[in-house]
C-alpha cells in the first residue's frame, strides 16, 4: 500500500513573501555586496518546482575578497576575552530566536521540510549559540606547573585563524550554527560557503545579525562547490576548511587542502544500523524509527535507514514498521502540523533516490510499502520499507538519504556485530534490547561515533557529534568543537636562573 497523493494546500497562503526573503548577494566585510560576474543560481521550492529566489554564483575572486576581509578582522577579534565572545554568541542567540518564526518559514519554503522539522533545526540552532556561549566561559587544560625541574610549563588555547566552512543543503541554517558557533566562540574569523540550493535562511541570519557582529568576522560567499568551495579549501589564508556534506565532497576538499597544510574538520555522511535483538520492545523501535527514519523525509546522515533485525522477530517487528509508515503523513508543509513528510530537495537528488529504488526492486528486494514516486508537481517519494534484503546489497551499503528503510536479518551476535560494521561509513548506530549486557557490550563493539541504546536520533549540544571510517574526523557539539577549533601552544619559562 502506498499513499495515493500528496496532500497539498493549493489555496494556503504562502510560506513567505518578498519582505522575507534576503538580499540575493554575497556577505563580506559586514555588508551585503554585489558578486564578481552576471551568473546566478536559481533556488527552488522543491514542494512546487517554482524558482523563489535567485543568488549570485559566487567566483574565486569573490572567495579572495571574502577571505581578505576574515583575515583582516581576525586579529582584533582573536584579542576579545571569552566573557564578551560569550555575549555576543547570547545576542546571535536572542536575535534568532526572535526571528525564529520567520526563520522557520524560510526554510520550509527553501528545503520543503514539515514545519516541525524546521521550528526543531531553528530551536537547536538558538541552544547551539548558548551552548557555546557558556562552554568558551568554562574551558580547562592542563595544569599549570613545574614539569621539568626549574621550568614553570603553561598550557594556552589560541584562535587558528581564519576557518572556510562548507554547509549542506539539508540543514541550512543549524548546519551553518554548529560551526559559526565554536568559530567564533573560539576566536576565529571564517567566510561560510552555503550550499548553493539552500541558502535562504543562511543568508537570513547574516541580514538579521549584521548589527551584532564587528565587519569581516563572519563573510558568506555563495556558489558551487567545484568553485567557490574549492577555492576556500585550497586558499593559502585559510587556516582551516571545515565541512558538512557527502563524501565525495569531503575527498576533494581534503586533497585541495593538503597542499598548504592546512587542518581539515570533516562530518560526511552515514549508513546508520539499527541493531534489534529478540528481546526488545518492538512497538517502542518501531515507533522510534517512524520518526528516526523519516525525520526531515529521511535526508539525514544519521537517519535510521538500516535495520538489522533478529530472524526470530523479523516477521512481527516489519509488521508494526510497516503500520508505522503507512501512517505517515506526506506533504506540503503549509498542510497542517500533522505533516511529516516532505520532498526531495531538488530534482537531481529525487532521481537519485528514486534510481536506487528502482534498482533494488529489478535485484529481488521486497517492497514492504511505498516504493515509488508520489505525483508531482514536487519531489516527493512515498516513504518505504524494503525486505528480502541480503547482505552486501546496495541499498543496504550505499547512502541513499531518502525516506526509505531497509530490513535485514541476523542470527546471533556475532552476525550482528560484523554486518552492522560491514559498511564504509561510521557515524552512528543504534541498539535495541532489555538485556542490561548487550546494552553495554554491542555498543562497545559498533565502529561508530555515536551509538544509541533503545533510542535513535537524539542529540544534545553537550555532547559531540562526528563520525569514524568514511564519515570524517573531528566533532562537532560540545567543548570538543572548541578544541578543534583552536590550537595548544605550551610556554615554559626558566625560573631557576
Not at 576557518?163 to 541550512?172: A, D, E, L
Not at 597544510?261 to 517502542?284: C, Q, S, T, W, Y
Request: charged share 25%; proline share 5%; hydrophobic share 45%.
Amino acid at each position: 500500500m502506498t499513499p495515493s497523493a500528496v496532500r497539498r494546500a493549493p489555496h494556503a497562503p504562502s510560506l513567505i513573501g518578498d519582505a522575507d526573503l534576503p538580499p540575493a548577494r554575497h556577505f563580506i566585510d559586514g555588508t551585503f555586496v554585489e558578486g564578481s560576474t552576471d551568473r546566478v543560481i536559481d533556488v527552488v521550492d522543491p514542494c512546487t518546482e517554482k524558482i523563489i529566489a535567485r543568488i549570485p554564483e559566487g567566483t574565486a575572486e569573490d572567495i579572495d575578497r571574502a577571505v581578505g576581509a576574515a583575515r583582516k578582522a581576525k586579529a582584533e577579534w582573536a584579542r576579545h576575552v571569552p566573557k564578551e565572545r560569550s555575549e555576543l554568541l547570547h545576542a546571535l542567540a536572542d536575535r534568532v530566536a526572535e526571528h525564529a518564526d520567520l526563520l522557520s518559514r524560510l526554510e520550509s519554503a527553501n528545503t520543503g521540510k514539515p514545519l516541525a522539522v524546521s521550528r526543531d533545526d531553528v530551536a537547536m540552532t538558538v541552544d547551539t549559540f548558548r551552548f557555546m556561549a557558556g562552554a568558551v566561559r568554562a574551558t580547562t587544560s592542563m595544569a599549570a606547573g613545574d614539569y621539568a625541574e626549574n621550568h614553570l610549563s603553561l598550557i594556552l588555547r589560541e584562535p587558528l585563524g581564519v576557518i572556510g566552512v562548507v554547509t549542506p543543503w539539508n540543514y541550512p541554517l543549524l548546519m551553518a550554527a554548529w560551526k559559526i558557533a565554536p568559530i567564533l566562540a573560539a576566536g576565529n574569523t571564517l567566510v561560510l560557503k552555503p550550499s548553493e540550493q539552500t541558502p535562504l535562511t543562511t543568508l537570513k541570519f547574516a541580514e538579521l545579525v549584521t548589527d551584532l557582529l564587528p565587519s569581516g568576522v563572519l563573510n558568506i560567499v555563495n556558489g558551487y562547490g567545484a568553485t567557490a568551495g574549492a577555492r576556500l579549501a585550497e586558499h593559502p589564508d585559510v587556516d582551516m576548511i571545515a565541512l558538512t556534506g557527502s563524501v565525495a565532497s569531503g575527498r576533494a576538499v581534503a586533497r585541495a587542502a593538503a597542499e598548504s597544510l592546512k587542518r581539515v574538520h570533516l562530518e560526511l555522511g552515514g549508513k546508520a544500523p539499527v541493531v534489534i535483538f529478540p528481546d526488545a520492545d518492538l512497538a517502542a523501535a518501531a515507533s522510534g524509527l517512524r520518526v528516526a527514519g523519516f525525520w526531515n523525509s529521511g535526508q539525514e546522515c544519521d537517519a535510521a535507514c538500516r535495520v538489522l533485525v533478529h530472524e526470530s522477530v523479523a516477521e512481527r517487528f516489519v509488521e508494526q514498521l510497516v503500520d508505522e509508515v503507512r501512517a505517515l503523513v506526506v506533504g506540503e508543509p503549509t498542510c497542517g502540523e500533522d505533516v511529516e513528510v516532505g520532498p526531495m530537495v531538488s530534482k537531481a537528488h529525487f532521481d537519485r533516490v528514486c534510481g536506487y529504488l528502482e534498482r533494488a526492486k529489478k535485484d529481488g528486494v521486497r517492497v514492504a510499502t511505498g516504493g515509488e514516486a508520489l505525483d508531482g508537481p514536487g519531489y516527493f517519494i512515498a516513504p518505504t520499507v524494503l525486505t528480502d534484503v541480503s547482505e552486501g546489497a546496495e541499498v543496504a551499503r550505499e547512502e541513499i538519504f531518502g525516506p526509505v528503510i531497509t530490513v535485514e536479518t541476523f542470527a546471533d551476535e556475532e552476525e550482528a556485530v560484523r554486518r552492522a560494521n560491514d559498511v564504509p561509513l561510521g557515524l552512528s548506530a543504534s541498539v535495541w534490547t532489555e538485556n542490561a549486557r548487550l546494552s553495554h557490550d554491542i555498543p562497545a563493539r559498533l565502529d561508530f561515533g555515536t551509538v544509541w541504546v533503545n533510542s535513535h536520533l537524539v542529540l544534545a549540544g553537550e555532547v559531540p557529534w562526528g563520525g569514524f571510517k568514511g564519515s570524517g574526523y573531528g566533532r562537532d557539539l560540545s567543548i570538543y568543537a572548541l578544541d578543534d577549533y583552536s590550537r595548544t601552544k605550551h610556554v615554559m619559562h626558566n625560573h631557576g636562573c
